[in-house]
């Protein structure tokens, strides 16, 4: 759960945070549980509503929708990645714009669907894919960058 949280909220004392408020809420919560999930996808979704309500605190920016998507090429990775890879990626991730930075860990770190974004976050689903490919766009564009800054 820690690990969802530091994903979230992107540095080490918010995600410790946050991660004992939810908790607090998980054991005062309890008697609610109904069973329709495992426990653990229950608190699973606690913690990720508690890092949400943090975020919206900071009042991310979203940026809408294009009317049209298919100028933002799906990028696909083949590549067996090293450790220093790893450690690129995840520092390239913590930089990326709250917005893209929210959807993008909600979709592939989550696994949520677009539809599921759009009703967590209040945004369109054309807004969740939207901030998801502009997220992939910036990453390779992190990423390939002849600076090797991260």
């Keep these: 759960m820690y690990n969802i949280c530091h994903r979230m909220m992107g540095n080490r004392e ?11 809420d998980i054991f005062s919560k309890i008697d ?3 069973g329709e999930a495992s426990l653990g996808a229950w608190i699973k979704r606690i913690v990720i509503n508690s890092c949400l309500n943090q975020l ?9 929708a294009d009317s049209n998507l298919s100028d933002i090429p799906d990028l696909e990775y083949t ?17 990326l714009p709250s917005g893209y930075k929210t959807v993008f860990n909600l979709y592939l770190l989550e696994g949520y669907d677009h539809a599921e974004i759009s009703e967590i976050l209040g945004i369109s689903e ?13 990453l390779h564009q992190i990423l390939t960058q002849k600076s090797k800054a991260i």
């Design 56 to 64: 919206k605190k900071r009042k991310f920016h979203f940026e809408e």
């Design 79 to 95: 590549q067996n990645f090293t450790e220093e890879d790893i450690v690129r990626i995840k520092k390239a991730i913590e930089i």
């Design 14 to 24: 918010e995600a410790e945070d946050v991660l004992q408020n939810a908790f607090v």
């Design 32 to 34: 609610t549980f109904r």
């Design 126 to 138: 054309g807004a969740s894919k939207s901030q998801y490919s502009r997220a992939k766009q910036k």
